[in-house]
């Protein structure tokens, strides 16, 4: 899909799929990169390198920064958050004030800026531990009150609605994006496929929580870029919520490391360890909503994308991010 001519803020943009998706926009339009550099991708690109990018790192609970970072701008994409399970549990309090805070300073960006697409990053976790092709108007899950691992997702359902109340009280045309389950080239930070792919490349033991029974469906990176660009392109995305996953690419977390193992040709073994915390045990989106409404449909299967994943971290051997 070609965007052409627009001036876009990234928050977050130096991350997994920020670098991707602004691979993707970078011929033909301007791109403001906003980022703290907790997680950088960007190094793996030549992204910092080209003329029509402008880097700015900073904090997007920062409203000054963020609202400076939008001036011009037609688009906004807001990726930057406190993410992944270690990084949750441990900082509480910092997830809920990066992902609340950051997320009011971006709509208040954009409504000052009257940005003509705002497109909100929420979660997958907004429908808790058991989740078998969930519609985005389904019952979602706020979590038992004191497990901090749902703060990620309390806090990003909060900004789903935060988002669709400036679209209805202000018109800001908001969309919000549920990523089911992400994965890839340039993936640096938390996740089972990158600590899979890092373990099996050096030959030591893949760590698998509890018996691996847990269930989850796999969307490769590009595809959810194909997904954010349908959003921002079609009229019709504006005031919605959309999965985006690919409800094709199921399998168990055990036989995920199985599979990681076999396709990288380690010999590595697969050790359990007991997590008393809890887990999300079935996780598929149901994605009917994107087909109709975006023509959204993920096209990398599980197998093709691990060995493209694979490829990709045995080529920077040398620099493997743990």
């Known amino acids: 899909?070609?965007?052409k001519g627009k001036r876009i803020l990234v928050t977050g943009g130096a991350g997994f799929i920020g670098t991707t998706l602004c691979e993707r926009l970078i011929d033909d339009n301007e791109l403001v990169v906003f980022d703290n550099e907790h997680r950088n991708a960007m190094r793996y690109t030549d992204l910092a390198k080209r003329s029509n990018v402008r880097y700015i790192r900073g904090d997007v609970q920062d409203s000054d920064a963020v609202m400076q970072a939008a001036e011009g701008c037609q688009w906004i994409v807001h990726l930057a958050a406190i993410a992944g399970v270690e990084e949750v549990v441990?900082?509480?309090?910092?997830?809920?004030k990066v992902n609340l805070f950051g997320t009011y300073n971006i709509l208040e960006a954009g409504l000052r800026h009257?940005?003509?697409r705002l497109i909100d990053f929420s979660t997958s976790e907004v429908f808790g531990s058991y989740a078998y092709k969930v519609?985005?108007?389904d019952a979602t899950s706020l979590g038992a009150l004191g497990e901090s691992r749902w703060t990620y997702a309390v806090s990003k359902l909060a900004t789903e609605h935060l988002a669709h109340n400036y679209f209805r009280e202000f018109g800001l045309?908001?969309?919000s994006i549920r990523p089911f389950n992400i994965y890839g080239p340039r993936q640096v930070g938390q996740g089972a496929i990158h600590a899979f792919i890092v373990k099996a490349l050096q030959g030591e033991e893949l760590v698998v929580h509890n018996d691996g029974s847990q269930i989850r469906a796999w969307c490769y990176v590009s595809d959810i870029?194909?997904?954010v660009l349908l959003a921002l392109h079609k009229p019709q995305a504006v005031g919605h919520a959309f999965n985006i996953g690919n409800p094709r690419s199921v399998v168990t977390v055990y036989n995920l490391a199985r599979e990681i193992i076999r396709l990288s040709q380690s010999d590595s073994k697969v050790r359990f360890v007991s997590m008393e915390r809890p887990d999300v045990e079935l996780r598929i989106p149901s994605i009917e909503k994107a087909r109709s409404l975006l023509g959204y449909e993920p096209r990398i299967d599980l197998e093709e994308g691990l060995l493209k994943t694979i490829e990709w971290y045995r080529s920077i051997t040398n620099q493997i991010p743990r």
Do not use: A
């Open 225 to 227: 870029v194909d997904g």
């Open 135 to 137: 519609q985005e108007g």
């Open 114 to 116: 009257k940005v003509e």
């Open 1 to 3: 899909m070609s965007v």
């Open 173 to 175: 045309p908001t969309v």
């Open 90 to 96: 441990n900082h509480p309090v910092l997830t809920m």
